[in-house]
């Protein structure tokens, strides 16, 4: 079964290119959001599995999201975006309770399904 | 007292002493001896010691030496031209001799404040020295200092007396105005005198009534053509201070004047560095922050448009799916350099997690192999962190171009005082921080956050930097 996903990102011309991307490619996109405010009510009231965040929100901060999502919500995971590239980010990256981290131009159903199934096996061993 | 006995008691002891040796001595030799009496009573006492030593070595001569002895009287013309040429000398050596001992005191009390300001000293300490070398010097009981405020005040900047204590203190804040001498050198720029209290007022005149101020001359400081401030000698006796007072606190207001402007230049030159990196740092982040927002999101978008519009190409058209594959690539490899040149723009990765996790992120892509010792558990002010980055960015880049070095060794702690950064290298040394090397771009840095950049790199024996940046408490 495929994981509803909430975008997040303070870009408009990225959520939309990425919604259809992900739509595209098969995966169910239940909302976007470019504020953590946004970004939180839709999280409850549309119980996405997994939230695409990007780390970089203007000037609040994907990590604190990250962190306020997976508090908020049981089994749900996040998986933290950036154009930035993952070397400068991965002592945050690890800090953080996000899942994982895929660099937006490597974004694909494939990646996030194959990172969730990654930690997945984590989490099960 | 030591200059009136030596003045009195040593011609009265020469004249006698050599009376039995009369014939070998004769006149002329007693009084010889006695002018070095006269000089030496004058270097010890001063003038007056010495006039008097003249006059009992003049009476002691006419009654001992000359004929007819034991009497003032003097017989041949001879002697009585010996003796006035005598005492006119005498007067001369004493007044001679008391005028260089004053001119060699106060040379070496202009010394003394020389040197401080030589030594670049804190102006406080400037002041300090000034105010206390002119009490020292000067027969005055009090010397003060003070700034004058654009508002009509004046600041207390040093203060001495005499006889101890600090009124007015050091930072006390006086109102201009009303009849006294600081309110005069003020308004007029020149040298002024006031020995009548009676008639001043003011809160200056209160301030110098308090400590007994009875006469006191003032003069103004100039620091680069404009008045800065005043410099006041007081007494607590009634006699009007010597004349020349005005002319010897001028040697000293002169050197407090270079002393000022030195310093005033040295925080202008500080104060302009920190404008000139702060400025350059705002672009940079602007630069990075536009192109991280524009440049890079827009390539990220169509990245991933060209990656939807490839989904929708039927997989028979391989070639048309090769292409964009080819293309979608292409555009990752742009997108990797642009983050490159992003980040050595800017290190936005320091305004997300601080120093550790970007000095981490420099490890970890170093082309050398890096031991870390990382004790940087909290954040420091962003241009403190900018600069530490940017010396471990430099030093790491030569350890791998021009030092060729097999390990960088990197401690950066953190405290409240601030932060210490230690890169060591096994490299072939040499590095010269005063030619063109990115050395210098990063002292400017350092030194204008007040930290301190120190270099060795003796050839054949590795590369060290260190590094130790303040955090200000204010």
Known sequence: MTPDLLIVDDNLQFLAVARRLLEGEGMNVVGVASTSADALRYANELHPDVALVDVDLGEESGFDLARQLTEGGKGRRVILISAYPAQDLEDLIEMSPAAGFLPKSQLSARAILDLLALTDDHDAR | ?474
């Open chain 2, 1 to 474: 007292m030591l200059g009136w006995v030596l003045g009195v008691g040593a011609p009265t002891l020469i004249v006698v002493g050599s009376l039995p040796f009369r014939s070998s001595f004769g006149l002329a030799g007693v009084l010889f001896l006695t002018l070095l009496i006269v000089a030496a009573t004058s270097m010890v006492g001063g003038v007056r010691p010495a006039v008097a030593a003249v006059a009992v070595g003049v009476l002691a001569a006419a009654l001992a030496d000359v004929p007819p002895t034991g009497s003032l009287r003097v017989q041949y013309q001879g002697d009585l031209a010996a003796l006035l040429a005598f005492v006119v000398v005498g007067v001369g050596i004493a007044l001679l001799v008391d005028e260089l001992g004053e001119l060699a005191e106060q040379q070496a009390a202009l010394r003394r404040v020389a040197t401080i300001v030589a030594r670049d000293a804190p102006p406080d300490e400037v002041f300090a020295a000034v105010a206390e070398q002119v009490g020292e010097l000067l027969p005055v009981d009090m010397t003060n200092l003070g700034r004058f405020g654009t508002d009509g005040t004046m600041t207390v900047v040093a203060s001495w007396n005499r006889a101890g204590g600090t009124i007015p203190a050091v930072g006390t804040v006086i109102a201009l105005g009303g009849r006294n001498l600081s309110t005069l050198v003020a308004q007029t720029g020149t040298s002024a005198r006031m020995d009548r209290y009676e008639e001043s007022s003011g809160a200056v005149s209160t301030v110098a009534r308090t400590v007994g101020s009875r006469s006191a001359v003032g003069t103004p400081i100039f620091v680069a053509g404009h008045l800065w401030g005043v410099m006041i000698a007081a007494s607590i006796q009634e006699r009007p201070l010597p004349r020349d007072t005005e002319e010897q606190l001028a040697r000293f207001t002169d050197l407090l004047a270079t002393a000022i402007a030195n310093a005033e230049g040295r925080s202008e030159l500080a104060a302009s560095r920190v404008r000139v990196v702060t400025a350059a740092d705002e672009a940079r982040r602007r630069i990075e922050r536009d192109l991280h927002d524009g440049t890079q999101q827009r390539l990220v978008s169509l990245s991933l448009e060209l990656r939807t519009a490839e989904t929708a190409v039927p997989p028979e058209m391989t070639d048309v799916r090769a292409q964009l594959a080819g293309v979608a690539q292409g555009l990752t490899e742009a997108l990797e350099d642009l983050q490159e040149i992003a980040r050595g723009i800017h290190p936005a990765v320091l305004a997300k997690g601080g120093l550790g996790p970007a000095v981490n992120a420099f490890a970890r892509r170093s082309a050398v192999p890096v031991e870390l010792d990382l004790r940087a558990d909290r954040r420091l002010p962003e241009r403190v962190e900018v600069a530490a980055y940017y010396v471990v960015a430099e030093a790491l880049t030569n350890a791998a171009k021009h030092a060729h070095a097999s390990v960088v060794h990197i401690e950066v702690a953190v405290d409240d005082l601030g932060l210490q950064l230690m890169i060591r290298d096994d490299g072939r040394g040499g590095a010269d921080a005063t030619r063109g090397s990115g050395l210098i771009g990063l002292r400017d840095r350092v030194e204008s956050l007040g930290g301190r950049l120190e270099i060795t790199s003796a050839v054949g024996s590795g590369t060290s930097l260190a590094v130790t940046i303040p955090i200000a408490t204010s």
